[in-house]
């Protein structure tokens, strides 16, 4: 069975372009985001390591690390991340700094259920499955709060990404929950385990709009 939300997200070692690391000790007491990628030197995924590099100070602002991995080795990565950041140079400065873990065994991806075993044409050349693109979101308690999985052909948005990870931190904070297309700053849903009697301290500017749907004005940095 594969992993869901909630689950602790799977510890292991694994050789990095930032050297070796053991996941849950490389977290420690930050949130991470795991992303991965059908290969090396692939288009789509090079569009898509050069927006992270360019958004990891937005990540860093909210105590998020970054981890890429590819079914490629060492070597390619270090290779890849030259073309990268070359790319990304052309809509701003682009410094990939986070690690990318290399998996070319597909252990990592195997563990994190995040082998392609639909599409057919994506596959290396002995025949072994490429990644999809899957995100983790993983709070520092090594809880799973997100998982995606896109397809090979599709790039991710990160600004959904940031969202998300906004509205996790937010929730977690301040017993409350994210309504479509919530961006920071709009009004959030009081969460039903707050009573109204609770509300009208916590949240002074609630509004009842349904028994089941109060939303309020929240604040944040």
């Avoid at 694994?14 to 991470?32: L, M, Q, R, V, Y």
């Avoid at 701003?92 to 991806?109: E, N, W």
């Avoid at 609770?198 to 349904?210: G, Q, R, S, V």
Wanted: aromatic letters at 10%.
């Amino acid at each position: 069975m594969g992993l869901r939300l909630g689950d602790i997200a799977p510890d292991f070692e694994a050789e990095t372009t930032k050297g070796p690391i053991k996941f849950h000790e490389w977290i420690g007491d930050s949130w991470a985001i795991l992303f991965s990628h059908p290969g090396d030197f692939t288009p789509v995924c090079t569009t898509e390591l050069a927006e992270v590099a360019r958004r990891a100070p937005d990540f860093a602002a909210r105590n998020v690390k970054l981890i890429g991995i590819s079914a490629n080795g060492l070597d390619d990565h270090k290779k890849w991340i030259q073309d990268i950041n070359d790319w990304g140079s052309q809509f701003g400065p682009t410094d990939v700094q986070y690690p990318i873990i290399a998996d070319a065994d597909r252990k990592i991806s195997t563990l994190y259920d995040m082998l392609d075993e639909q599409d057919p044409t994506n596959r290396d050349a002995k025949g072994l499955p490429f990644t999809i693109r899957t995100v983790f979101i993983i709070d520092p308690k090594k809880v799973i709060r997100l998982l995606i999985a896109y397809p090979a052909s599709t790039g991710r948005n990160f600004d959904e990404i940031l969202r998300v990870v906004d509205s996790l931190q937010i929730g977690d904070k301040y017993r409350v929950t994210t309504p479509v297309n919530w961006k920071k700053g709009d009004d959030v849903i009081v969460h039903p385990s707050v009573s109204n009697e609770e509300a009208k301290t916590l949240f002074p500017e609630f509004k009842i709009h349904k028994p089941y749907l109060r939303t309020t004005p929240l604040k944040v940095e």
